[in-house]
């Protein structure tokens, strides 16, 4: 019996775990460990790119991390790009 539970309890972990890391992936390209967006979000681009244009370079990285849902580094990756 107990033999079952530790067993349950590494698969639910186990399991647990590859969710997480699974959630954490973002696309990237391999050959400049850029972002991929796609064509969808162009209006976005077009709004950060207009706080760029207001020397708002903070609001436009928070901005990307939220409607992109990125992380922060590579949310300031991103508005970088632009």
Do not use: C, P, W
């Not at 244009?53 to 580094?73: M, V």
């Amino acid at each position: 019996m107990k033999n079952k539970t530790k067993l349950f309890a590494i698969g639910l972990l186990s399991a647990g775990a590859l969710v997480h890391v699974i959630h954490k992936v973002r696309k990237k390209s391999k050959s400049e460990n850029m972002i991929i967006i796609s064509d969808d979000d162009s209006d976005i681009d077009d709004k950060l790119r207009l706080l760029l244009s207001q020397g708002k370079k903070i609001r436009a990285i928070k901005e990307a991390k939220h409607d992109l849902h990125l992380n922060l580094r590579d949310a300031k990756k991103y508005v970088e790009q632009l």
